[in-house]
Each structure stands twice: as structure tokens, then as C-alpha cells.
DNA sequence: CCATTACGCTACGGGTCGTAGCGAAAGCTC
DNA sequence: GAGCTTTCGCTACGACCCGTAGCGTAATGG
């Protein structure tokens, strides 16, 4: 996270259950108030922790709320369901589930938004909740690759950037379907973003 | 936009030289400052008018930079390129281009993130952002079915089904790309990006 | 026991918010 | 032009949150 206790061996430490209610607090503080009426005087006190200490762990609400959403984000696994498709259906049921709860929903965008005049805080992003999806589409497309389902790409640039666009294509419908259209990724509709994924528009009905 | 004019016509009619010195101070304020960091005291002050002028036209910051936003996709159109897959490149390509701006990067997230706690706000957004954006979908659809590339849907529901998967892949794809990994859509990305999305993962390399 | 660091608490200047109140300006109707 | 109505610019205000400083205390390790 943000503990920097590489050198310093002495003196009191700092309390990892003050680190723990301070992220519960602000998940609970963002689904009670939402991202723009947070305010880190109020999850210091709903954490039970003075303000001065929140503010020596953190630098920012940016940076607060990042580390709380990025928590939400480890239960994402890929279990082998046998097939490319069953493999994609699952995981993005799973990522669709979580950012249908609200504490995902206002934070995450906000976070996303911010991040946009702030490189620090993009890579902090990057690091601590994309890194975590980009290994799961890697990993399930070397699977369906081993299967035969997808072509090999021999030429590591080439199957960067078709990584980089398969990811950008399913995290992006999904938080799209969710945030913006603001209807819920349910069963039915990953079943049809699945088949166009793998057949293309054309071959969809 | 925000005008309500309908029964009263007497008195001092509002300013529209104001609403539009507001709107271009929001985004010039955008580019400069940034969502968070962005003031209305301080909008009012580059358009030239009072604060209390501005909280008579606008709710708050939201209803704000939604108005201010929305004037950037006013240009979007979608020109008969010959060809689906020439459509969808070319609208896409528009589409990123708005969203490399910084005024529409540092303000959609931001307003798209506070939508979720307000359903006004969020229909403010669908009416004068998205639906611009859906309409383009649909004609595109609708062209390429009448050239044969698509087939036709007969069940009206599925139609809106599908019209809505179709969006939320296109534009989801191009706003993940574009603000959360933070690279270009480029005119390669875009290839590679139509080309999956009308032959599907399994035909390209 | 002592150095060192974390903690809780209080207090503070600085900034923004959103509103109220005022007189002046700009329209429309007659 | 007289009179009515609404908008405009301006000032001022209490309320809130920010981020930090200072202090005494608590919890470690040497």
C-alpha cells in the first residue's frame, strides 16, 4: 500500500488496524456520501483515528480512495471453466459484480477522473487495481491459446498490443454498461457481449 | 439547455451572450484547473459576470460541466464512408478525438462518477451527451444492414438489445483506452479495434 | 532508561460554498 | 415615455472543509 518501513526499525510503529478502519471507513463514507461529499475529517472520526494521523499515511483523498477500491478488487480470480467463453463470462461476471456496489461506483470513476492531471496518481491506479484485470485477460488468453481457440502471436510487440486492446475492450463495456448506461451487466447481457467479442458483430444475430 | 423561458415574457431577458461566455470559461477553467480544482467564484470571474448570475442558471458545478462538455460532441457526425467498417473508423476516430481534449477528459469522468448518486444529474448526461452518441450507433446500424453487412433484426427488443451492446463496446472501448490506460486511439488502435469487433477475437491475429 | 517514532487532541489561517440584500439596467406593455 | 418585471453586478455573510503546527502521551527497540 502506502507503509514505508524500509530503513526505519525504531520507534513506535504505525497501528495496521488503524490502517484497516481507515479503508473500511472510507468505503463505508463513500456509499453513505459519495465521492463529492467525503471528507477525510469524517472517516477519521467514523475510523475512530484523529485526522492528523490519517493525513501521515495518505497524502490526499485521491490516494485515500484509491487504496480503499483497489481492496474490493482482490477477490477477481479466473477459474478454468473449460472454454474461452465460459472463461470470459465468469470473470466479468465477477468484475461486473463488483462494480455494481456503490462504494466501486463512486469512487472508481472519481479516482479515474482525477487521475487524468495527475500522473502519480495514474500509476498508483494502474499499479494497485489495472495491473490486477490486465493479469487476468493475459493469463485467460494464454489458456484459450494452449486450447487453440485463439491464434498464437509470435511477435511479443504484436500481442502486447493486442492485449492492451482486448483489455480495454471488455473493462471498457462492462464499466460502460455500468456507470454510464447505468444498467446492470447481468447474466443475459454477458452472454451477448461474449458472443460478439468472440464472433464479431456480423455473426451475432 | 438550461433555459426556461416558456410562460414568462416580461422583463429582462437573460443574458445568451452570458450562457455562452460561461460555458467557454467552464471549459477554459477545465483545461487549467481541472475538475476538482475548478470554482464557480472563479468561472464567473473569467466570464466576466457576477457568482449570482451563474447560481441563477446552474444548480452547481455538475449541471455546470455537463452543459460545458456537451457542447464538444456537438460535432459529431457520421459521413457514409462506403463501408461499415469505414463508418465505425471514422466515427471512432472523431469520438477519440474529443476525448483526447482536456476539458472533456478532466470533466466527463468526473460528472459521469457524481451521476451515480444522482439520477437528475445522470439524465441530464443521457439527454445531452449520450444520446447524440446512440443515435450515430443506430444510423450506422441501420446503414450497414440496409448494405447487407449486418443482418436484420426483426424482434424489436433484441434490436435495442443489441443497439445497446453495440455502445457500450464501442464507446466503452474508446473511453477505457483513452482515460484509463491513458494511450491514444490512434488511427492503428482503431484498426485493430474494428476489426475485432466485426470478426470477433477468434479472426484476428 | 532513553531515543525515536506514532498517536490523539486542539487550534488556526485560508479558501470555497451558497445565499441574502441592494441599487441599477434592460426589456415589454400600454 | 411611464411603469412594471426580471436580470444583473456587487458586497457581505455564516458555514464548512482543508491541511498543518504544536503539544503531551503512548509504544516500540537498543
Do not use: C
Not at 471528507?39 to 480503499?68: I, M, P, Q, S
Not at 463470462?89 to 472508481?108: T, Y
Not at 482486448?166 to 461474449?194: M, N, Q, Y
Request: proline letters at 4%.
Amino acid at each position: 500500500m502506502q507503509s514505508r518501513t524500509p530503513a526505519s526499525r525504531t520507534g513506535r510503529p504505525r497501528s495496521a488496524a488503524a490502517d484497516a478502519a481507515i479503508l473500511a471507513a472510507t468505503r463505508e463514507a463513500l456509499v453513505e456520501l459519495g465521492w463529492s461529499k467525503l471528507t477525510l475529517g469524517d472517516v477519521a472520526t467514523r475510523a475512530g483515528v484523529a485526522k492528523t494521523t490519517l493525513y501521515r499515511r495518505w497524502a490526499g483523498k485521491n490516494e485515500l480512495v484509491v487504496d480503499a477500491v483497489a481492496e474490493l478488487f482482490d477477490e477477481l480470480e479466473l477459474p478454468d471453466r473449460g472454454s474461452l467463453a465460459a472463461d470470459i463470462e465468469g470473470v466479468v461476471l465477477q468484475f461486473a459484480a463488483i462494480l455494481a456496489r456503490p462504494e466501486a461506483k463512486s469512487g472508481l470513476m472519481a479516482v479515474v477522473a482525477e487521475s487524468t492531471r495527475d500522473d502519480a496518481l495514474r500509476e498508483r491506479i494502474r499499479a494497485s487495481i489495472v495491473e490486477r484485470q490486465m493479469r487476468l485477460v493475459l493469463e485467460g488468453r494464454a489458456r484459450a491459446q494452449r486450447r487453440g481457440e485463439l491464434p498464437s502471436v509470435p511477435d511479443p510487440a504484436e500481442a502486447t498490443r493486442t492485449g492492451d486492446l482486448i483489455f480495454d475492450v471488455v473493462a471498457g463495456a462492462v464499466v460502460h454498461r455500468t456507470l454510464v448506461s447505468g444498467k446492470p451487466a447481468d447474466e443475459e447481457w454477458v452472454r451477448s457481449f461474449t458472443r460478439v467479442l468472440l464472433l464479431g458483430l456480423a455473426s451475432s444475430a
